[in-house]
């Protein structure tokens, strides 16, 4: 009812007092809960800022009797008034039996309690600092617990008593948590969440990239947590290497985290483009680049873009692409969406457009023309449909792949020849679209001269497209 | 929990999509801002009230709910704050309208589940979109009203449970509501931790998806039936029963024996878990229908009114069938909640200590075997009254013991060196008083080899070398050990080839090497196995099998037939040959399983050894002290247990992870 009707118990809170403290049976916690909800009323209630005692009870509680306050309409305003030294006090002996003994409540009812008292105490708190070290040293045990309820109601506190927890506390809490993941016997949603929770309070983001070794994944991790522990790798990453640009030390460090993590789900590499493990490491890839620039918060402009590409993590990554799209082909349209993920992103379109020059510059000259290069055509129209992105080194090779296809077209490979020679005129019509420079012009016509020359019906066919 | 206050007069400005509003995150600015003290009160804050409970079928049928009028008051109320008509907006839906909702959302992510990763199919608005795997677990339901007008259920704690699906809808504060609602629409390619509004600082935030997945959790065990204790083991005799136990044994009845199909005692089962994982849901537990009133009476007392208070299935359904104890308290203290009852009878304490080894042998010169220890300490205290346990543990240091974490009853003195002392009021029946995690500290149990090479596209040839139990002396005692060399894709027809000991058997995707076998246990000695032979399959029928990733990305991959190379004209590897071929095949595992397992060769070791541990961490059961001072035996076991313990084709390719430097 108290909890149907906001405020019912406020004004029988020393009745719910004297049941709490007499009671000894394992109903306590029943009794505990209800003084500890009925204080609460109290206080939104603004009773503390009354001269009359908040436990002072005047003959025996009354069944049905409706405080005045649940009656009318609409609801009275709550008294900002500072709360009267009496209540401060009264306030305090409630909490000190409401936190009497955690140990005793199952953890349900503790997170209720915890949630509770967080609430009272900051309310009083101006006048009664002490309050929050007393909550600390109650409840701060219940970090080690097995149970993730009793660990959230901790981090609680931590946000609502800021300063009880000093920065040694911050670091063994955020510890705690990185270590609390790699903890088998905990269920899968509760490892990720501790690592959500490590991630989501800026008071412990300082400690992050000190726990490094916490979050390499573990060979038998389930994926999901694999992924997640990746993204608190990136996360170091990111923080070491924005370190090492205001002097730090590192050196090296960045990039090898990103390769160690990655090493468990290394089989992307050869596995089915559609595997799970692929999922997972582009990712994680993803990941770290935003996590090196983030979005801004006015959908325009992005932090760190600077810092980003001259940083070791991108030239190492830059790299990595290269080496795979021209290592494993089946990667390439994997490689491909993840470029159009950032293109189709405006805070991250810069970073797709240079990565599309990096292949440009880099693995364009490392392909050799033939059948397989057939892989490489997502990426290549890519490259075509963009104007930032330098077409000349492409057309040389669409060029030579036209001749290579023409050499071999006999009428066993007839259809081979024709469907990969109309893709490539596919990419070429996809640069006419995007590309109105006189500098693209003459390599082109060169290209699809050759091309006509090599299929005569070409032209026939396929003069509708390109208009 | 502390939620916003319904008659505040004075808000938070409107949240949306500004950190800076966060509640958590801007609670250090805000304390010390001058008091006015219902301003604090917006605040989330904590706790965990539940709006709602649905049990789905397979089908997308609802076959149980429950709502929470009270909680659902408060969410009105909540939203009333925001704006006029808001929470009338947002009302819970009826069952028929989740059903829908649940079966949408499996269209549009692919699976019930979702992808959980961002993948081509997703879109904005989709749970997929914010490519986190806890959306896996947490997700949103879009309710469609057919006057138009829908809105988003969210968060919705889902954990699937034998074939049924578990739905907890806990209360949230409007404003996480909104972050998250923005987040699923924010347009870019998504977002980092270092973002405002992230996802993890909205789960920071929210204390009630954290209990809400306990809720879903125990609902799951129960119409599951897995409500068993954990288990402590006697030396003498079977282990102990539960809860229950000490009721009927307090009135005099002798302790009943539990079923003997103990969870360590179940190899096979154990053995067919990494195989063909995606299956594994639907072969556990089947649509067997659960009982309604049990799990209703079972809610009444774990949560009233929505707010859970005590989630352990034992003490809730004890106290309804039996009530309180009446006994008089033998000191001025309180009895704890999750002490119902005290226990009377013959007087003792047993303590177990379980663990679990995890290993991955390569037999490599480049690639490090990987071992590790997961280990729990279960008790059992038959003691009268609410007396108080002291147990020291030593050997922490020595042990290299990495994380531990306790039962909610113990009170653990700050580790200093190699000890650390435990302080506990046991509560009653048996309980994990500590969980740890500690590398494996002795040569493991089972040391050696596999290899497997294709000598032919249906004829591979294999070679087993292993040494069991080398260095370990009495009373260790391996009681049973097995080799599975599982191959869900292909079929087995036939292998030949005998063993240097034990016996072996097959079945259609399995070959079984008992080594040891139950009854004949290995203690005081080591041996070596070997085993060598060859295995012929049949002919290999393709299958093609759609999943969540693989319908998004298959057309894109339809070009590679264009360039297909015929590798075995090169003199390439044979079994890199067959393998690729093979693994054009191969299903995208869930995101709960470590690895794609159809893509390796490898055999699982299963065993079971009791009279010591791994880790190396041991009590004394000598040391324990009980206050107010009985006289009651202490017993203590051991036992430890293969888990994922894999030797992985020493010939093949093979899945690893780095190790962490030294920092």
């Given at each position: 009812m108290d909890e149907a009707l906001p405020g019912l118990l406020a004004d029988v809170l020393g009745h719910a007092y004297a049941l709490a403290s007499a009671e000894r049976s394992p109903a306590a916690q029943s009794y505990i809960l209800l003084l500890a909800s009925a204080a609460r009323g109290a206080v939104r209630l603004g009773r503390l800022g009354s001269s009359a005692s908040i436990l002072a009870v005047s003959g025996p509680p009354v069944p049905f009797s409706v405080p005045a306050h649940l009656l009318s309409s609409p609801p009275p305003l709550a008294s900002a008034a500072p709360p009267s030294e009496q209540n401060v006090r009264e306030i305090r002996k409630v909490l000190a039996l409401v936190m009497e003994r955690p140990q005793v409540l199952t953890p349900a009812a503790a997170m209720e309690v915890t949630a509770i008292v967080a609430e009272v105490a900051t309310a009083v708190l101006e006048w009664a600092p002490a309050i929050a070290a007393h909550v600390k040293v109650q409840f701060s045990g219940m970090a080690y617990s097995s149970s993730p309820m009793l660990l959230h109601s901790v981090l609680t506190l931590f946000a609502k008593f800021p300063d009880a927890f000093g920065a040694e506390d911050e670091r063994k809490m955020a510890r705690r948590l990185a270590s609390a993941a790699c903890e088998a016997h905990r269920p899968l949603p509760v490892r990720l969440l501790v690592l959500h929770w490590l991630l989501g309070s800026g008071r412990f983001r300082d400690s992050v990239p000190g726990l490094a070794k916490w979050f390499y994944p573990g060979m038998f991790d389930p994926l999901a947590l694999k992924a997640k522990k990746l993204d608190c790798l990136g996360f170091v990453a990111a923080t070491v290497d924005s370190d090492k640009v205001e002097g730090g030390s590192y050196g090296q460090q960045t990039t090898e985290f990103i390769d160690d993590g990655l090493v468990c789900v290394s089989a992307f590499r050869w596995l089915p483009a559609w595997s799970t493990e692929t999922s997972v490491a582009f990712r994680a890839l993803h990941r770290v680049l935003v996590g090196a620039a983030p979005h801004g918060t006015n959908d325009k402009g992005c932090s760190g873009a600077g810092e980003l590409l001259n940083s070791t993590t991108f030239h190492h990554f830059q790299a990595m692409l290269v080496d795979m799209a021209s290592e494993h082909r089946s990667l390439v349209p994997v490689i491909a969406d993840f470029i159009n993920r950032l293109l189709a992103c405006t805070t991250h379109r810069w970073v797709g457009e240079q990565l599309l020059r990096t292949f440009d510059e880099c693995l364009l000259p490392r392909l050799e023309p033939g059948y397989q290069l057939a892989s490489y055509y997502p990426l290549f129209e890519k490259i075509a449909q963009n104007e930032a992105v330098p077409q000349l080194r492409l057309i040389e090779l669409l060029t030579k792949q036209m001749v290579c296809l023409a050499k071999k077209h006999d009428p066993d490979t007839e259809l081979k020849s024709w469907s990969q020679g109309s893709k490539v005129v596919g990419i070429c019509r996809i640069m006419l679209k995007h590309h109105h420079s006189s500098h693209i012009f003459l390599p082109l016509t060169h290209l699809l001269v050759r091309t006509i020359e090599s299929f005569p019906d070409l032209e026939i066919r396929d003069h509708a497209r390109y208009l | 929990g502390g939620f916003t206050f319904p008659y505040s007069s004075c808000r938070l400005p409107h949240w949306p999509l500004r950190v800076s509003g966060h509640p958590i995150l801007e609670t250090s600015a805000e304390s010390t801002a001058t008091a006015r003290p219902h301003l604090r009160r917006s605040m989330s804050g904590g706790g965990c009230s539940i709006r709602a409970i649905w049990i789905l079928t397979p089908n997308d049928a609802v076959a149980f709910s429950r709502r929470f009028a009270v909680v659902e008051k408060r969410w009105r109320v909540a939203w009333e704050a925001e704006g006029v008509g808001k929470g009338a907006e947002m009302p819970l839906p009826a069952d028929y309208e989740v059903a829908a909702a649940f079966a949408n959302r499996r269209r549009r992510e692919g699976t019930a589940r979702g992808s959980g990763i961002r993948t081509n199919l997703s879109s904005v608005g989709l749970d997929s979109w914010v490519d986190d795997p806890i959306t896996r677990h947490i997700i949103s339901l879009q309710i469609d009203k057919e006057e138009g007008g829908g809105f988003m259920l969210w968060p919705v704690v889902l954990q699937k449970r034998g074939s049924y699906y578990v739905l907890v809808l806990p209360l949230v504060d409007p404003q996480s509501f909104k972050a998250f609602e923005s987040l699923l629409k924010r347009p870019d390619c998504g977002s980092s931790a270092k973002e405002n509004g992230n996802l993890s600082s909205i789960l920071l935030n929210l204390p009630c998806i954290t209990g809400a997945f306990m809720v879903a959790n125990v609902i799951g065990d129960i119409i599951t039936g897995d409500v068993a204790e954990p288990e402590v083991i006697v030396s003498s005799g079977p282990s102990v029963g539960g809860l229950l136990d000490s009721l009927t044994g307090s009135i005099g009845i002798t302790a009943r024996s539990k079923p003997s199909a103990a969870p360590v005692a179940a190899p096979v089962a154990s053995v067919s878990s990494p195989v063909g994982a995606a299956q594994s849901d639907s072969l556990k537990g089947g649509i067997r229908p659960f009982d309604k009133e049990l799990l209703r009476s079972f809610i009444i007392g774990a949560m009233p009114f929505g707010t859970p208070q005590d989630l352990n299935y034992g003490n809730v359904s004890s106290i309804r069938t039996t009530g309180y104890s009446a006994d008089p308290l033998p000191t001025d203290q309180k009895q704890p909640a999750w002490k119902p009852y005290l226990y009377k009878g013959r007087q003792r304490t047993l303590f177990s200590s379980l663990e679990t080894i995890n290993a991955a042998l390569y037999d490599r010169d480049d690639v490090p075997d990987f071992l590790s220890v997961s280990g729990q300490l279960t008790c059992r205290a038959e003691l009268e009254g609410l007396p108080d346990v002291s147990l020291p543990l030593t050997g922490l240091k020595t042990a290299r013991v990495e994380v531990s974490s306790f039962h909610h009853c113990v009170q653990a003195s700050e580790p200093t060196g190699n000890k650390q002392s435990l302080l506990f009021q046991p509560p009653l029946g048996n309980f994990v008083l500590m969980h740890y995690q500690a590398p494996c500290n002795i040569d493991p149990p089972v040391k050696g080899f596999y290899q497997l090479s294709m000598v032919s596209e249906n004829e591979g040839a294999f070679l087993f070398k292993l040494r069991l139990m080398e260095g370990y002396k009495?009373?260790?005692?391996?009681?049973?050990?097995?080799?599975?060399?599982?191959?869900?894709?292909?079929?087995?027809?036939?292998?030949?080839?005998?063993?240097?000991?034990?016996?072996?058997?097959?079945?259609?995707?399995?070959?079984?090497?008992?080594?040891?076998?139950?009854?004949?246990?290995?203690?005081?000695?080591?041996?070596?196995?070997?085993?060598?032979?060859?295995?012929?399959?049949?002919?290999?029928?393709?299958?093609?099998?759609?999943?969540?990733?693989?319908?998004?990305?298959?057309?894109?991959?339809?070009?590679?037939?264009?360039?297909?190379?015929?590798?075995?004209?090169?003199?390439?590897?044979?079994?890199d040959y067959l393998m690729e071929k093979m693994n054009k095949d191969l299903q995208a595992v869930d995101l709960e399983e470590p690895l794609s397992w159809q893509a390796y060769n490898y055999a699982k070791v299963s065993f079971k050894i009791v009279g010591g541990t791994l880790s190396g961490l041991i009590i004394d059961p000598r040391s324990v002290t009980i206050y107010p001072s009985v006289k009651a035996p202490v017993e203590y076991s051991m036992q430890a247990s293969s888990g994922d313990y894999i030797l992985w084709n020493t010939l093949g390719k093979c899945p690893s992870a780095a190790l962490p430097k030294e920092l």
């Open positions: - | 009495s009373p260790f005692l391996m009681e049973f050990c097995m080799v599975t060399m599982p191959f869900p894709r292909r079929r087995v027809a036939s292998y030949d080839g005998n063993p240097s000991v034990g016996t072996v058997s097959m079945t259609e995707h399995l070959i079984e090497w008992r080594i040891v076998s139950s009854g004949r246990g290995l203690s005081g000695r080591s041996i070596e196995a070997t085993f060598s032979g060859t295995v012929r399959f049949h002919p290999r029928t393709t299958q093609r099998v759609n999943s969540s990733f693989r319908s998004a990305t298959t057309t894109a991959f339809a070009e590679d037939s264009d360039c297909e190379q015929d590798i075995t004209k090169n003199g390439a590897n044979l079994d």
